[in-house]
């Protein structure tokens, strides 16, 4: 992996912790943004279209890395039919789990569960790379909804990820001439991907000619805030695709959850929780209005 060839230097195998501290600390205020700009967008222009989001994210990202081909700045090979079979099964679990998440943004009353599931991520992923012999270092009313979605998002990107790391493995034992680097999979699971939320989006309730009729195209803010979701996002899942394919799926996920963990440690640590907030239920509650509060607060200051 990339991790390894970088620590066999033993000039810069003090840099890998400061590194690796870099890209959680990039990852988490990208993050942060995304949620922030979200935040603003959806209910302002009434856009509550989840799949629409994740498959313009999609598309964007395609266009990006093909750009960056062009400029040879990337090498990529051609889409490898054997490739893109052996990663549907992560391509359609990111996909479903993207969706889930970003529905989650679009429907606030339903963002409890997950954000206090998301932390589990990555001893759900450490179970499965144990289970399925992957290589890694070693009272608050639910909704049916939310009690439903939010494990089975869970469940989808851990298994998205431990998918990843097989399909890495994998290729790994093929000869160097024809092994696919890590933009060759993530540019075959790009292509996957946009044909898995392409049907879904048609299957979907929220038709595309419905998506784009009631779009404020008019509106330069609407492009603006649209493209700064888009390609935060486009970045957010490029590092941790990589991760899970060049370092191994738990650092992935403990990546993807850092931000919710440290959130939900200042929320338990904060000296404004009442007792009976130690709770799962009311921890939740109570990092929701501190999120909401802060939000309301930048929004008034701009």
Request: with cysteine.
């Amino acid at each position: 992996s990339a991790l390894k060839n970088l620590s066999s230097v033993h000039a810069l195998k003090p840099l890998i912790p400061t590194f690796c501290f870099v890209v959680v600390i990039v990852y988490g205020q990208a993050d942060k943004l995304r949620n922030f700009v979200a935040g603003i967008f959806i209910p302002q222009y009434h856009y509550p279209f989840p799949v629409a989001l994740c498959f313009t994210q999609v598309l964007v990202s395609l266009v990006f890395i093909n750009l960056l081909h062009a400029l040879g700045l990337v090498h990529l090979r051609p889409y490898s039919r054997s490739l893109g079979e052996r990663l549907l099964l992560p391509t359609i679990c990111n996909s479903f789990h993207s969706v889930l998440m970003t529905w989650t943004k679009t429907s606030s009353p339903y963002a409890n569960l997950f954000l206090f599931t998301v932390p589990l991520l990555p001893l759900l992923t450490l179970g499965f790379s144990f289970a399925l012999k992957v290589a890694s270092p070693p009272s608050h009313h639910l909704s049916p909804l939310e009690s439903l979605y939010a494990p089975l998002a869970l469940i989808l990107h851990s298994l998205s990820l431990i998918s990843f790391a097989k399909v890495s493995e994998s290729v790994r034992q093929q000869p160097s001439d024809v092994q696919p680097s890590v933009f060759d999979i993530y540019y075959a699971q790009l292509v996957n991907q946009s044909g898995v939320l392409g049907l879904l989006w048609l299957l979907h309730p929220d038709k595309p000619w419905l998506v784009l009729k009631m779009s404020n195209w008019r509106n330069l803010l609407f492009h603006g805030y649209l493209l700064a979701i888009v390609l935060l996002g486009m970045v957010l899942n490029f590092l941790v695709c990589v991760s899970a394919l060049c370092v191994s799926p738990l650092a992935a996920a403990l990546l993807y959850s850092a931000r919710y963990m440290v959130q939900l440690l200042e929320c338990s640590i904060s000296g404004h929780v009442r007792s009976t907030s130690f709770t799962p239920c009311g921890l939740l509650w109570h990092c929701r209005s501190i999120s909401t509060k802060h939000s309301d607060s930048e929004r008034r200051r701009k």
